[in-house]
Protein backbone atom coordinates (compact mmCIF):
# COMPACT_ATOMS: atom_id res chain seq x y z
CA UNK A 1 0.00 0.00 0.00
CA UNK A 2 2.61 2.46 0.84
CA UNK A 3 4.07 1.74 -2.69
CA UNK A 4 0.93 2.78 -4.50
CA UNK A 5 0.50 5.75 -2.80
CA UNK A 6 4.34 7.45 -3.78
CA UNK A 7 3.07 5.69 -7.39
CA UNK A 8 0.09 7.73 -7.34
CA UNK A 9 1.75 11.28 -6.28
CA UNK A 10 4.40 10.78 -8.90
CA UNK A 11 1.62 10.67 -11.54
CA UNK A 12 0.05 13.87 -9.88
CA UNK A 13 3.54 15.53 -9.79
CA UNK A 14 3.71 14.89 -13.80
CA UNK A 15 0.19 16.01 -14.55
CA UNK A 16 0.68 19.45 -12.29
CA UNK A 17 3.63 19.54 -14.17
CA UNK A 18 2.08 20.01 -17.56
CA UNK A 19 -0.63 21.69 -16.53
CA UNK A 20 1.78 24.03 -15.82
CA UNK A 21 3.74 24.35 -19.13
CA UNK A 22 1.02 24.63 -20.81
CA UNK A 23 -0.64 27.62 -18.69
CA UNK A 24 3.42 29.28 -18.93
CA UNK A 25 2.76 28.45 -22.93
CA UNK A 26 -0.65 29.93 -22.75
CA UNK A 27 0.85 33.08 -21.18
CA UNK A 28 3.75 33.34 -23.50
CA UNK A 29 1.55 33.35 -26.40
CA UNK A 30 -1.01 36.01 -25.50
CA UNK A 31 2.57 38.42 -24.05
CA UNK A 32 3.84 38.20 -27.32
CA UNK A 33 1.04 38.16 -29.80
CA UNK A 34 3.04 40.52 -31.49
CA UNK A 35 6.04 38.66 -32.19
CA UNK A 36 3.95 35.08 -33.04
CA UNK A 37 2.51 38.04 -35.93
CA UNK A 38 5.53 38.82 -37.14
CA UNK A 39 6.90 35.08 -37.39
CA UNK A 40 3.81 34.60 -39.55
CA UNK A 41 4.61 37.70 -41.66
CA UNK A 42 8.54 36.57 -42.57
CA UNK A 43 6.57 32.84 -42.83
CA UNK A 44 4.59 34.39 -45.93
CA UNK A 45 7.09 36.35 -47.64
CA UNK A 46 9.58 33.60 -47.58
CA UNK A 47 7.11 30.93 -48.61
CA UNK A 48 6.25 33.63 -51.66
CA UNK A 49 9.94 34.26 -52.22
CA UNK A 50 10.45 30.77 -52.95
CA UNK A 51 6.87 30.15 -55.13
CA UNK A 52 7.58 32.87 -56.78
CA UNK A 53 10.23 31.21 -59.30
CA UNK A 54 7.95 28.33 -59.61
CA UNK A 55 5.20 30.47 -60.52
CA UNK A 56 6.69 32.08 -63.09
CA UNK A 57 8.10 28.44 -64.92
CA UNK A 58 3.98 27.54 -64.92
CA UNK A 59 3.85 31.18 -66.13
CA UNK A 60 6.60 30.60 -68.72
CA UNK A 61 4.92 26.95 -69.16
CA UNK A 62 1.56 27.98 -70.33
CA UNK A 63 2.94 30.56 -72.26
CA UNK A 64 5.08 28.03 -74.65
CA UNK A 65 2.13 25.93 -74.86
CA UNK A 66 -0.08 28.80 -76.07
CA UNK A 67 2.73 30.11 -78.84
CA UNK A 68 2.85 26.45 -80.11
CA UNK A 69 -1.17 26.95 -80.43
CA UNK A 70 -1.38 30.08 -81.49
CA UNK A 71 1.52 29.49 -84.12
CA UNK A 72 -0.10 26.01 -85.22
CA UNK A 73 -3.63 27.77 -86.35
CA UNK A 74 -1.60 30.98 -87.87
CA UNK A 75 0.16 28.34 -90.36
CA UNK A 76 -3.09 26.74 -90.90
CA UNK A 77 -5.04 30.18 -91.70
CA UNK A 78 -2.02 31.52 -93.32
CA UNK A 79 -2.41 28.45 -96.02
CA UNK A 80 -6.14 28.70 -95.99
CA UNK A 81 -5.34 32.31 -97.08
CA UNK A 82 -3.06 31.38 -99.78
CA UNK A 83 -5.42 28.82 -101.01
CA UNK A 84 -8.45 31.76 -101.73
CA UNK A 85 -6.25 33.60 -103.09
CA UNK A 86 -4.91 31.63 -105.51
CA UNK A 87 -8.83 30.44 -106.38
CA UNK A 88 -9.53 33.98 -106.22
CA UNK A 89 -6.84 34.74 -109.07
CA UNK A 90 -7.45 32.08 -111.39
CA UNK A 91 -11.14 33.21 -111.46
CA UNK A 92 -10.12 36.23 -112.18
CA UNK A 93 -8.17 34.95 -114.91
CA UNK A 94 -10.89 32.40 -116.58
CA UNK A 95 -13.98 35.58 -116.08
CA UNK A 96 -10.35 37.89 -118.22
CA UNK A 97 -10.54 34.98 -120.79
CA UNK A 98 -14.02 34.15 -121.08
CA UNK A 99 -14.39 38.02 -122.31
CA UNK A 100 -11.46 37.78 -124.72
CA UNK A 101 -13.13 35.25 -125.80
CA UNK A 102 -16.18 36.97 -127.17
CA UNK A 103 -14.19 39.73 -128.37
CA UNK A 104 -12.09 38.04 -131.05
CA UNK A 105 -13.15 36.49 -134.11
CA UNK A 106 -11.30 33.33 -134.16
CA UNK A 107 -11.99 30.02 -132.49
CA UNK A 108 -10.12 30.13 -129.03
CA UNK A 109 -9.37 26.30 -127.44
CA UNK A 110 -8.59 26.70 -123.66
CA UNK A 111 -5.44 25.61 -122.39
CA UNK A 112 -3.40 25.05 -119.17
CA UNK A 113 0.49 25.51 -119.01
CA UNK A 114 1.92 22.65 -117.18
CA UNK A 115 5.69 23.48 -117.79
CA UNK A 116 7.87 26.98 -117.93
CA UNK A 117 11.36 26.80 -119.36
CA UNK A 118 12.20 30.71 -119.10
CA UNK A 119 15.67 30.82 -117.96
CA UNK A 120 17.93 30.44 -121.29
CA UNK A 121 17.90 31.68 -124.66
CA UNK A 122 15.74 29.15 -125.88
CA UNK A 123 12.61 28.96 -123.79
CA UNK A 124 9.75 26.95 -124.20
CA UNK A 125 6.11 26.32 -122.56
CA UNK A 126 4.09 23.38 -122.41
CA UNK A 127 0.72 23.20 -122.80
CA UNK A 128 -2.15 20.31 -121.78
CA UNK A 129 -3.93 20.80 -125.54
CA UNK A 130 -2.43 18.69 -128.88
CA UNK A 131 -2.89 18.18 -132.33
CA UNK A 132 -5.92 16.08 -130.75
CA UNK A 133 -7.45 19.04 -129.87
CA UNK A 134 -6.72 20.84 -133.35
CA UNK A 135 -3.75 22.39 -132.22
CA UNK A 136 -1.22 23.06 -135.05
CA UNK A 137 2.37 24.38 -135.50
CA UNK A 138 2.32 27.92 -136.21
CA UNK A 139 -0.75 28.76 -133.96
CA UNK A 140 -0.87 31.34 -131.22
CA UNK A 141 -0.91 31.51 -127.65
CA UNK A 142 -3.05 34.43 -125.97
CA UNK A 143 -4.21 34.96 -123.03
CA UNK A 144 -6.30 37.99 -121.86
CA UNK A 145 -3.36 40.44 -121.64
CA UNK A 146 -1.68 39.95 -125.29
CA UNK A 147 0.06 37.62 -127.09
CA UNK A 148 2.47 34.76 -125.40
CA UNK A 149 3.74 32.74 -127.58
CA UNK A 150 3.36 30.25 -131.14
CA UNK A 151 3.37 26.64 -131.12
CA UNK A 152 6.18 24.93 -132.78
CA UNK A 153 5.19 21.33 -132.11
CA UNK A 154 2.41 18.49 -131.41
CA UNK A 155 1.70 15.49 -129.74
CA UNK A 156 -2.04 14.09 -129.31
CA UNK A 157 -2.27 15.42 -125.95
CA UNK A 158 0.43 18.26 -125.85
CA UNK A 159 2.10 21.12 -127.36
CA UNK A 160 5.42 22.93 -127.15
CA UNK A 161 5.41 26.65 -127.48
CA UNK A 162 7.98 29.78 -127.99
CA UNK A 163 7.12 32.05 -125.98
CA UNK A 164 8.34 35.86 -126.94
CA UNK A 165 11.20 35.87 -125.00
CA UNK A 166 12.96 33.26 -127.28
CA UNK A 167 15.91 34.59 -129.29
CA UNK A 168 13.54 32.76 -132.44
CA UNK A 169 10.81 34.52 -132.08
CA UNK A 170 9.51 36.99 -134.57
CA UNK A 171 6.55 38.92 -134.87
CA UNK A 172 4.93 41.46 -137.38
CA UNK A 173 3.44 44.44 -135.45
CA UNK A 174 2.12 47.70 -135.93
CA UNK A 175 1.85 50.54 -133.50
CA UNK A 176 -1.69 51.54 -132.60
CA UNK A 177 -2.81 55.18 -134.19
CA UNK A 178 0.39 55.77 -136.91
CA UNK A 179 1.53 53.40 -139.50
CA UNK A 180 4.57 52.93 -138.02
CA UNK A 181 4.65 48.44 -139.06
CA UNK A 182 7.91 46.29 -137.90
CA UNK A 183 9.03 43.66 -136.70
CA UNK A 184 9.22 42.38 -132.98
CA UNK A 185 11.62 40.31 -131.41
CA UNK A 186 13.32 39.56 -128.16
CA UNK A 187 15.76 42.15 -126.40
CA UNK A 188 18.36 39.59 -125.11
CA UNK A 189 20.36 42.37 -123.97
CA UNK A 190 17.49 43.46 -121.66
CA UNK A 191 15.01 39.89 -120.70
CA UNK A 192 12.61 42.32 -119.54
CA UNK A 193 11.56 43.82 -122.95
CA UNK A 194 11.40 43.50 -126.47
CA UNK A 195 12.37 45.32 -129.50
CA UNK A 196 10.53 46.62 -132.66
CA UNK A 197 13.20 46.92 -135.65
CA UNK A 198 12.60 48.63 -139.31
CA UNK A 199 10.76 51.52 -138.08
CA UNK A 200 11.47 54.46 -140.16
CA UNK A 201 13.01 57.43 -138.49
CA UNK A 202 10.58 60.17 -139.79
CA UNK A 203 7.19 58.68 -137.94
CA UNK A 204 6.72 59.74 -134.60
CA UNK A 205 6.64 56.96 -132.07
CA UNK A 206 5.27 58.56 -128.19
CA UNK A 207 6.35 56.36 -125.18
CA UNK A 208 2.76 54.64 -124.01
CA UNK A 209 1.64 53.91 -127.46
CA UNK A 210 0.39 50.15 -127.40
CA UNK A 211 2.04 47.44 -129.87
CA UNK A 212 -0.38 44.64 -131.41
CA UNK A 213 0.12 42.06 -134.19
CA UNK A 214 -0.20 43.37 -137.50
CA UNK A 215 -1.70 40.65 -139.51
CA UNK A 216 0.61 41.01 -142.28
CA UNK A 217 2.99 38.17 -142.36
CA UNK A 218 0.15 35.52 -142.68
CA UNK A 219 1.32 34.28 -139.03
CA UNK A 220 -0.69 35.57 -136.35
CA UNK A 221 -4.14 37.56 -136.72
CA UNK A 222 -4.52 41.09 -136.51
CA UNK A 223 -4.73 43.03 -133.36
CA UNK A 224 -3.60 41.21 -130.63
CA UNK A 225 -1.57 43.31 -128.20
CA UNK A 226 2.01 42.50 -127.38
CA UNK A 227 2.86 45.34 -125.26
CA UNK A 228 3.52 49.06 -124.33
CA UNK A 229 6.75 51.31 -125.78
CA UNK A 230 8.48 52.57 -123.03
CA UNK A 231 11.51 54.53 -125.06
CA UNK A 232 13.19 54.92 -128.99
CA UNK A 233 16.06 55.02 -130.43
CA UNK A 234 17.66 56.21 -133.88
CA UNK A 235 20.10 53.33 -134.80
CA UNK A 236 23.02 55.11 -136.38
CA UNK A 237 23.97 55.24 -140.11
CA UNK A 238 20.33 54.20 -140.75
CA UNK A 239 17.10 55.70 -141.61
CA UNK A 240 15.14 53.37 -138.49
CA UNK A 241 14.98 53.55 -135.26
CA UNK A 242 14.24 51.13 -132.86
CA UNK A 243 11.51 50.90 -130.46
CA UNK A 244 11.43 49.53 -126.87
CA UNK A 245 8.48 47.21 -125.94
CA UNK A 246 7.48 46.46 -122.16
CA UNK A 247 5.51 43.50 -122.78
CA UNK A 248 1.85 42.78 -121.53
CA UNK A 249 2.11 39.45 -120.28
CA UNK A 250 3.98 38.27 -116.99
CA UNK A 251 5.25 34.99 -118.67
CA UNK A 252 6.32 33.74 -114.71
CA UNK A 253 3.32 34.44 -113.19
CA UNK A 254 0.71 32.99 -116.47
CA UNK A 255 -1.15 30.03 -116.09
CA UNK A 256 -4.00 29.39 -118.11
CA UNK A 257 -4.21 30.54 -121.93
CA UNK A 258 -5.96 30.32 -125.38
CA UNK A 259 -4.49 28.77 -128.45
CA UNK A 260 -6.11 30.87 -131.63
CA UNK A 261 -7.32 28.48 -134.50
CA UNK A 262 -5.58 30.80 -137.12
CA UNK A 263 -4.70 29.27 -140.09
CA UNK A 264 -2.58 31.38 -143.08
CA UNK A 265 -4.17 32.11 -146.17
CA UNK A 266 -2.58 29.01 -148.62
CA UNK A 267 -2.64 31.55 -151.39
CA UNK A 268 -0.71 34.06 -149.17
CA UNK A 269 1.75 31.24 -148.27
CA UNK A 270 1.99 30.46 -151.85
CA UNK A 271 2.65 33.74 -153.00
CA UNK A 272 5.55 34.20 -150.47
CA UNK A 273 7.65 30.98 -151.52
CA UNK A 274 7.42 31.96 -155.42
CA UNK A 275 8.81 35.70 -154.26
CA UNK A 276 11.66 34.01 -152.31
CA UNK A 277 12.34 31.76 -155.34
CA UNK A 278 13.03 34.72 -156.83
CA UNK A 279 16.52 35.42 -155.48
CA UNK A 280 17.54 31.65 -155.29
Known sequence: MQ????????????????AFIFLAFLFLVVRHEGGL????????????????PLGQFRVYRTALQT???????????????????SVQEENRALRDLIGLRDTLDHDLVPAKIVAKTLTGINNSLTINIGSSDGVEPGM?????????????????????????NNA????????????????????????????????????????????ETSGYSNQFPARIPI???????FEEGRDTQQIFIQPFVPLHQIAEAFIVRFEPEPEVDELILQY?????
Open 168 to 211: LFRASARIQGNRAYGIVSWNTEQPNELVMNYVPQTINVETGSVV
Open 3 to 18: FSLRKTEDIQDHILAV
Open 227 to 233: GTVIRTE
Open 37 to 52: QTVRKVSVVAISFMEQ
Open 67 to 85: NEELGRQNIMLQDELSRLR
Open 140 to 164: ALINSEGLIGQVILTSSGHALVMPF
Open 276 to 280: EGLFQ
